[in-house]
């Protein structure tokens, strides 16, 4: 009940397209879902976070879009660049707690 | 600020050696976190500490994983002795105890590999 599992594991996508990467959870507590993007040798940057009383965020290309009856939320990246190229990790976090549960990760790569 | 400090970046090292890794958190931040990255189990977290204090140390896989914090701008992961299923990056991060859902800014990481 405390996993967060992510789709697709991979993902190749060409410059200017729309990248999707899904999250799904099951704890009905979690109230906060971040996005974190993780470039080769660097550490998880947070990207852009939801919570659930919203069903859709947008910062500049990214937007996540929030589900809350079926316990799904998803990243979208407009207008794709090859310098999203990066590996992307949901999470979930229950009422501010230190405790963030990650999904396993999407490996991005947009080609030129 | 330079943001979370790790050190080393890469640490090669032979099965049953002493292993070290280190960390300098964001200054002012009250909590600093370990986590261990594979491919196979993704991002877990090791132990917590908030204010220089392990609060959660259930993600330390077994005995030989130490972790401590003596003051506020230092923390080290020990592992004695280190076994090659050890090998992953391991990051510290660090987040503000500011309200709720607080931000974790995490370094750059250590790539540990044990032959």
């Not at chain 1, 998803?74 to 999470?91: E, R, V, W």
Request: charged share 20%.
């Amino acid at each position: 009940q405390q996993q967060v599992k992510q789709s697709p594991q991979s993902l190749i996508v060409q410059k200017g397209g729309i990248s999707i990467i899904n999250c799904a959870y099951e704890n009905t507590a979690f109230d906060y879902f971040p996005w974190y993007q993780q470039f080769p040798g660097k550490g998880p940057a947070l990207l852009i976070a939801i919570r659930p009383d919203v069903s859709e965020k947008k910062e500049g290309r990214f937007t996540i879009s929030f589900n809350k009856s079926a316990k799904q939320f998803s990243l979208h990246i407009m207008d794709s660049q090859p310098g999203d190229s990066a590996t992307y990790f949901c999470a979930a976090n229950k009422g501010g707690t230190y405790k963030y549960i990650f999904g396993t990760g999407t490996r991005l790569k947009v080609l030129a | 600020d330079a943001g979370v400090i790790q050190s080393p970046r890469h640490e090669v090292t032979e099965m049953g050696q002493e292993v070290t890794l280190r960390c300098k958190p964001i200054s002012g931040h009250n909590s600093l976190f370990w986590y261990r990255q594979t491919m196979m189990r993704g991002l877990e977290l090791l132990i917590y500490f908030n204010n220089n204090v392990p609060i959660d140390d259930s993600g330390m896989p077994e005995d030989r994983f130490s972790a401590k914090m003596p003051n506020a701008s230092f923390s080290t992961l020990k592992i004695q002795p280190s076994e090659p299923r050890d090998s992953a990056v391991y990051f510290c991060a660090s987040s503000p105890l500011s309200g709720a859902y607080n931000e974790q800014f995490f370094g750059p990481g250590t790539r540990l590999t044990v032959l």
